[in-house]
């Protein structure tokens, strides 16, 4: 269950999920709140129009009929895919159906399909679907025979998707009318159950699911123990150097000339009057680094 999208936050979700969308004149505070509640919202509902033809099938849906008053949906989904938004909260879509369907939207716990609906507009067990789910009408006669292009079928994944992607929904969220009421048959031509499919696979590809690069580990503070061994190969390198500011600060410099980045017997007699500082005695305090007292003289990070 969630808020419903505010206009600007519909319109945004659709683009991000590559929709193309045109505004109907009006669309925004087109609604039919005064009816009914309008949320929580719960899924989306995808629906077939029975008519052909763009213009007459985004105004019919606008404006409904005399029995049926508009909006009838909240997007038109035309044959080219375009998406028409003709209404922004309540719309006379779904109409009254199975609560175990609403239940099983709400956990998304059912497998390929939601229980098969027992209730329709009316009947004594029906809840209104009007308040619970985006509708979207695709252009299709509903005969079964009148074709489905790609464009359209993409259209419907894409704005169940990004439905879906705004509210945190999974694809079990989205459902056809035909699953809602056991009066309805649409959509007719494709099945639910792929589209789920579809719009499963679009959630977890698409860039905002895309898990973001690992951030950068902090650099250490101190150089870690460089380990007995290097200083014994008599290295030259940095670290060295750092060291042995860090031995004279700590009063323990043995330098004639200051520390360099060459490993020498000046700077095992500095880190010997370290280890005695640190009250290491005998071959505890022979000169040659080990871990606790490299790690107690915090030698600053050279790259
Ligand atoms: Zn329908």
Same mark, same amino acid.
């Given at each position: 269950m969630a808020t419903p999208l505010s206009a600007d936050r519909l319109l945004a979700a659709l683009r991000a999920e590559g929709v193309t969308v045109v505004e109907h004149?009006?669309? =925004?505070?087109?609604?039919?709140?005064h009816t009914g509640a309008w949320g929580p919202v719960s899924g989306v509902m995808i629906h077939h129009t029975v008519s052909s033809g763009t213009a007459s099938s985004v105004a019919l849906c606008f404006d409904?009929?005399?029995s049926l008053p508009g909006p009838l949906c909240h997007g038109v989904i035309t044959k080219d895919g375009t998406v028409h938004l003709v209404a922004?909260? &309540?719309?006379?879509?779904?109409g009254g159906g199975d609560p175990s369907v609403l239940r099983a939207v709400v956990t998304e716990?059912?497998?390929? =399909?939601?229980?098969?609906? &027992?209730?329709?507009?009316?009947?004594?067990?029906a809840v209104d679907g009007n308040s619970r789910f985006y509708g979207f009408e695709c252009v299709?006669?509903?005969?079964?025979?009148d074709p489905w292009p790609a464009a359209q079928l993409d259209a419907i994944e894409r704005v169940s998707a990004a439905l879906c992607r705004a509210h945190g929904w999974?694809? &079990?969220?989205v459902i056809g009318h035909l699953e809602w009421s056991d009066w309805k048959s649409d959509?007719?031509?494709?099945?639910m159950p792929g589209m789920r499919d579809r719009v499963r696979k679009r959630l977890g590809a698409a860039p905002a699911a895309r898990p973001t690069a690992p951030a950068q580990p902090a650099a250490p503070r101190y150089h870690p123990f460089p380990g007995t061994s290097f200083f014994r190969t008599a290295p030259s390198s940095p670290v060295i150097t750092a060291m042995g500011r860090r031995l004279m600060a700590e009063g323990c410099g043995r330098y004639r000339v200051g520390p360099g980045p060459r490993w020498s017997e000046a700077d095992r007699q500095s880190y010997a009057a370290w280890q005695r500082k640190l009250g290491f005695r005998g071959a505890d305090a022979d000169?040659?680094?080990?871990a606790a007292s490299w790690n107690a003289l915090k030698v600053p990070y050279t790259k």
């Open positions: 004149p009006g669309w =925004r505070t087109h609604h039919r709140n409904g009929y005399d922004n909260g &309540r719309a006379n879509h779904a716990a059912y497998g390929d =399909r939601p229980p098969a609906p &027992r209730e329709h507009q009316g009947s004594p067990g299709n006669l509903g005969n079964g025979t999974g694809a &079990r969220s959509p007719k031509g494709f099945g000169g040659w680094p080990g």
